[in-house]
């Protein structure tokens, strides 16, 4: 409810000069009964001067009021010559409620300007909404409801802004056979790090769009899958843990949501955090993922094996034999050892680094780097 706005709100003055009338008082009678000049009562009744706290309650005391009454008559009268142009700061105030703003704009997502006008239309640009009043929706579905109960504001930015970049990728139509062909190939690649850069292109013969984005602070987000136009699939990761181990696991989790094609029937946004957690409840989907990335960094039954074998000693010697073995970069079998053993001080060293390695041929957003 709208709070009552009087139609015209009189300095205090004109109550004081009433209290005076009343009393048969003269001015300068007040000044001498409050012991201050009689400028002053002069001033406050002409409605040049405010009334400060000491003016109130020497006020309460001569008439019989309280020092409140005196204030709330000051502080009603100041607040009536301060005009609102508009309702710029509440619009302000909406926006940055619902959206990481301040985070945006120092991106370059949307650029700063003193206008609420300009920025909710930028931010109506970016979210590709006609009003700000209406909830961004990723996948366009008219019918779906609550989409994005499970995602936070940061992350419905990060959202979009990998959907921006990867609406401008020209690429072949997708095809799930060349991608499940693709898989032996970047498997490949796991063996020595430099081979994460091939990681971009192929993929991209195989029709699906790899965008690389700076995750925004707090938004917790490992990797994404979503449809565009029920067509093209996109998988988005934030290499937010620049790890060996971390990048393939999190890649080969979203290829298997789009060999499934999770989320493209509902139109579903697919928002992966904490990929591999040892939960009990995750949806069945994820549980999915999560075993057909194990698998692909290190097989079950050979891990399996090599734990047998050598447990509780795992040496350094007897882990790069068996990664040598079985054509994997050490800090694959490292990652899963840590994972299934719960030992995540062991041989850290070849969990080597490789977000450098893969940016310079991927269209990226973050580290200094913007793919337009």
Known sequence: MNARVPAEVFPPGEFLREELEARNWRQQELAEILDRPARLVSEIIAGKRAITPETAKGLAEAFGTSPDYWMNLESQYQLSKVRSQDNSVARRAFLY???????????????????????????????????????????????????????????VAWLFRTKQLASKQIIPVYSKKKLIDSLDKLKSLTLSPEEVRHVPRILAEAGVHLIIVEPLAGSKIDGACFWIDDKKPVIGMTLRFDRIDNFWFVLRHEIEHILREDGKKNNHVIVDSDIGNHEDNLPEEEVIANKAAAEFCVQGEQLDNFIARVQPYFSEDKVLRFAQRIEVHPGLVVGQLHHRLNRHDFLRKYLVKVRALILPTADVDGWGMISE
């Open 97 to 155: 409620e619902r959206f990481p703003v301040r985070e945006m704009i120092r991106r370059g997502w949307v650029r700063a300007s003193d206008s609420i006008d300009v920025l909710e239309k930028q931010f109506c640009e970016f979210f590709c909404v006609p009003s700000i009043d209406i909830e961004p929706d990723l996948c366009h579905n008219a019918k779906k409801t609550n989409a994005w109960d499970s995602a936070s504001p940061l992350q």
